[in-house]
């Protein structure tokens, strides 16, 4: 079982930045060199949604278009980290931010595709 950790959620006003960061234990094994990964998230009372995903090489990157230009999906496999970077942040942002791994194929921005979660972290955007 591969278990994933999301950190660096919180609140910031609307303009500001953030980073998150999503760790897989160490006794998982997993490899982040090895598939696609993602972000996604989640508002109340709406779905999960893709935010962006990376390919298993980090070299192949896709956004959601409401992302696109603020967001910056990377990863570092040596470390088996991935990250995304938040700029110009908006209240529209703000939901629970997970990553995912375990990519089963399709398309990558589909949270049907992915077979790992982490438990989310929230980040909180206001006005």
């Known amino acids: 079982q591969v278990q994933l950790v999301e950190s660096g959620g919180g609140s910031v006003q609307a303009g500001g930045s953030l980073r998150l960061s999503c760790a897989a234990s160490?006794?998982?094994?997993?490899?982040?060199?090895?598939?696609?990964m993602g972000w996604f998230r989640q508002a109340p009372g709406k779905e999960r949604e893709g935010v962006a995903s990376?390919?298993?090489?980090?070299?192949?990157?896709r956004y959601a278009n409401s992302v696109k230009g603020r967001f910056i999906i990377s990863k570092d496999s040596a470390k088996n980290m991935m990250y995304l970077q938040m700029n110009s942040l908006q209240p529209e942002d703000t939901a629970v931010y997970y990553c995912?791994?375990?990519?089963?194929?399709?398309?990558?921005?589909?949270?049907?595709?992915?077979?790992?979660w982490g438990q989310g972290t929230q980040v909180t955007v206001s006005s």
């Open positions: 990376i390919s298993n090489g980090g070299g192949i990157t």
């Open positions: 160490a006794a998982s094994g997993y490899t982040y060199s090895s598939r696609w």
């Open positions: 995912a791994a375990g990519y089963l194929g399709g398309d990558a921005l589909s949270r049907s595709v992915y077979k790992y």
